[in-house]
């Protein structure tokens, strides 16, 4: 299997395909773990924290956010990354997002992954997955199939911070992790791994 990456603002400029697409996911493959982190170290990464730098109502790509479970200061947070999202890249497309405010495992923050298809009118190359939002972007329409995002965040945590300023000691910035989270939500993910000493790129096939 070979999943394209949501590189350099999505710019993939291979052989054209048409057939009956084909969907797959939502993937979830890299999971967000909680680990230790100073209350200085987390105030140096805050001051540098991304904005927005357009307007994300009227210059950004749209969002569809659904929100299951979460508390208003959470979606709020939330809303913030996905502003700063909005103003990365460039679709015609509105991005659709499920965040489900739920129980995961106790060393887990989050975890997102997109649906995959391949093979739909616009595709650049056949046989290749590409993440929905930028399938919908190569088709210039909305493939279906659901959100094109699943995003799942530890609602047990009980270490969340979810205001402007930063953090302190043993707080995790939710506006920091739901930043990486869609990153894999839109397509910077991968399909690598060992299972029992055997190299698996995600095919049938070992490497």
Same mark, same amino acid.
């Given at each position: 299997?070979?999943?394209?990456?949501?590189?350099?603002?999505?710019?993939?400029?291979?052989?054209?395909?048409?057939?009956?697409?084909?969907?797959?996911?939502?993937?979830?493959?890299?999971?967000?773990?909680?680990?230790?982190?100073?209350?200085?170290?987390?105030?140096?990464?805050?001051?540098?924290?991304?904005?927005?730098?357009?307007?994300?109502?009227?210059?950004?790509?749209?969002?569809?956010?659904?929100?299951?479970?979460?508390?208003?200061?959470?979606?709020?947070?939330?809303?913030?990354?996905?502003?700063?999202?909005?103003?990365?890249?460039?679709?015609?497309?509105?991005?659709?997002?499920?965040?489900?405010?739920?129980?995961?495992? #106790?060393?887990? /923050? &989050?975890?997102? @992954?997109? *649906?995959?298809? +391949?093979?739909?009118? %616009?595709?650049?190359?056949?046989?290749?997955?590409?993440?929905?939002?930028?399938?919908?972007?190569?088709?210039?329409?909305?493939?279906?199939?659901?959100?094109?995002?699943?995003?799942?965040?530890?609602?047990?945590?009980?270490?969340?911070?979810?205001?402007?300023?930063?953090?302190?000691?043993?707080?995790?910035?939710?506006?920091?992790?739901?930043?990486?989270?869609? #990153?894999?939500? /839109? &397509?910077?993910? @991968?399909? *690598?791994?060992? +299972?029992?000493?055997? %190299?698996?790129?995600?095919?049938?096939?070992?490497?």
């Amino acid at each position: 299997m070979r999943v394209a990456l949501a590189l350099g603002l999505w710019v993939i400029l291979l052989a054209p395909a048409s057939a009956q697409h084909e969907v797959m996911g939502p993937v979830h493959l890299a999971p967000m773990p909680a680990v230790e982190h100073s209350a200085p170290l987390w105030q140096q990464q805050l001051r540098q924290r991304s904005t927005p730098t357009c307007d994300p109502a009227t210059d950004g790509a749209q969002f569809d956010v659904e929100y299951v479970g979460f508390p208003a200061e959470a979606q709020t947070s939330f809303q913030r990354a996905v502003d700063v999202w909005s103003c990365l890249i460039r679709t015609e497309q509105t991005i659709r997002v499920l965040a489900t405010w739920t129980t995961l495992d #106790a060393t887990t /923050l &989050g975890s997102s @992954g997109p *649906l995959l298809f +391949r093979n739909f009118d %616009g595709a650049p190359a056949r046989d290749v997955w590409y993440p929905s939002a930028l399938a919908d972007a190569f088709a210039g329409r909305d493939l279906g199939e659901g959100a094109d995002i699943n995003a799942l965040f530890n609602s047990d945590f009980p270490s969340w911070h979810f205001d402007e300023e930063p953090p302190g000691d043993g707080q995790f910035d939710l506006t920091t992790v739901v930043l990486h989270e869609l #990153a894999h939500g /839109l &397509g910077f993910i @991968g399909s *690598l791994e060992v +299972r029992s000493g055997v %190299g698996v790129d995600g095919s049938e096939g070992g490497f």
